[in-house]
């Protein structure tokens, strides 16, 4: 008799994605075009390779600059624009189930931005990568 072979694994796949916004904005229309492409391209490849979704974490989060001189400004800001991304994801077909969120506002800065430039539109641009929402895919592959 042949010894059965063993049942095949699933095995765990991490995806993820960063949606940039432009600036003091977090509707979908301000979101970076490059973004929504990454984003599509994110679920149409759980859906092609029919990965089984754990879950979906988003983490939004905001630049440093805040004109309105409301200390939580930025961390409502960060949780609309998560509150959009978990939008886009059920329009493509995403369980919102599946989806937890958090906002850190500008307390997670990945570009610094110091050196000086020659107007505010080439600051913002800099600090473009802190006006993100952060998008982590866990799945298994069957």
Same mark, same amino acid.
């Given at each position: 008799v042949a010894p059965v072979p063993p049942a095949p694994r699933s095995q765990e796949v991490q995806l993820s994605a960063g949606v940039l916004f432009n600036f003091d904005k977090h509707d979908p229309k301000n979101m970076r075009p490059f973004s929504v492409v990454q984003l599509e391209e994110l679920v149409r490849k759980v859906q092609r390779e029919k990965l089984v979704v754990k879950s979906i974490k988003l983490?939004?989060?905001?630049?440093?600059? *805040?004109?309105?001189?409301? *200390?939580?400004? *930025?961390?409502?800001?960060?949780?609309?624009?998560? &509150? &959009?991304?978990?939008?886009?994801? !059920?329009?493509?077909?995403?369980?919102?189930?599946? !989806?937890?969120?958090?906002?850190?506002?500008?307390?997670?800065?990945?570009?610094?931005?110091?050196?000086?430039?020659?107007g505010q539109a080439d600051l913002r641009e800099c600090l473009l990568p802190n006006r993100r929402v952060e998008v982590v895919i866990e799945a298994l592959r069957p």
């Open positions: 983490s939004g989060h905001a630049d440093r600059l *805040n004109s309105t001189g409301q *200390n939580d400004y *930025n961390q409502r800001l960060s949780e609309r624009r998560v &509150t &959009t991304v978990k939008a886009e994801l !059920v329009k493509l077909g995403i369980d919102p189930k599946l !989806v937890s969120t958090a906002a850190s506002g500008d307390s997670q800065q990945v570009q610094g931005c110091e050196q000086r430039f020659k």
